[in-house]
């Protein structure tokens, strides 16, 4: 069975600061992607970036990127030029390719100050 | 920005009783989802629903729960007898059709159902 473990429970960073968060897997399957959620107090998950196994390439999304690591089955997320509106809670997440289901894990909560 | 809504954000109820959580999708989306996160654990997935029907569904999902998309735009989670265990916070999500492997499907979250059962 396919597991997801984030090591850290809480995390912080002064703004405009750079902080990662990590984020490991365990899974046999070659075809899975990858996903960090935010999800801020009291509103919804939104999604902050996603990674397919199968590409090589680090994604990013603007201030967001990660360092995908598939032999180590890692998959941090670093947050350069952090904000106080980054502070949340973030949820690292696979998905098999041949799955409707998400498999979370249990979340890190980043803290940011002035 | 179209986004997904569930009622009720909060709901108490006594062990034994039924519960309906009702959520609204984004109107073009094509699948739903409920997860659930019990106080401390992880976000766990319960079930998915295309085309009427259950397309996945969890060990978590037994005959206790069932799931409904009565209308064009609701779509509901039941549970029966509410269990002490079934206190957690409830999570309806939603996504386009998947298109194959290049799509992922994100996934849109409604801000969650608390519910407690006492």
């Known amino acids: 069975a396919q597991t997801v473990t984030q090591s850290q429970p809480e995390m912080s960073v002064q703004e405009a600061e750079t902080v990662t968060l990590s984020c490991t897997y365990d899974?046999?399957?070659?075809?899975?992607?990858l996903f960090w959620y935010k999800q801020p107090p009291s509103r919804q998950m939104i999604l902050v970036i996603r990674q397919e196994a199968y590409k090589q390439q680090n994604a990013t999304e603007n201030r967001f990127s990660v360092n995908f690591q598939k032999a180590a089955k890692s998959f941090s997320l670093k947050i350069s030029d952090s904000q106080l509106g980054d502070a949340a809670m973030y949820f690292c997440?696979?998905?098999?390719?041949?799955?409707?289901?998400?498999?979370f894990g249990t979340g890190t909560r980043l803290q940011v100050f002035p | 920005e179209p986004e997904v809504t569930q009622t009720p954000s909060h709901q108490v109820t006594q062990m034994g009783q039924e519960v309906i959580l009702r959520c609204v999708p984004i109107?073009?989306?094509?699948?739903f989802y409920w997860y659930r996160q019990i106080l401390g654990q992880k976000v766990e997935f319960l079930v998915s629903f295309y085309n009427n029907e259950i397309s996945e569904k969890s060990e978590i999902f037994d005959d206790q729960f069932s799931v409904e998309r009565p209308d064009g735009s609701n779509f509901t989670l039941k549970i029966r007898s509410t269990k002490l265990e079934d206190s957690a916070m409830y999570f309806c999500?939603?996504?386009?059709?998947?298109?194959?492997?290049?799509?992922?499907?994100?996934?849109?979250f409604g801000e969650g159902s608390r519910l407690t059962v006492l």
């Open positions: 109107s073009n989306h094509l699948y």
């Open positions: 999500a939603s996504s386009e059709a998947l298109q194959g492997w290049a799509n992922a499907g994100e996934l849109f």
């Open positions: 899974t046999s399957e070659s075809d899975y992607y």
């Open positions: 997440a696979y998905r098999s390719g041949n799955t409707d289901k998400l498999i």
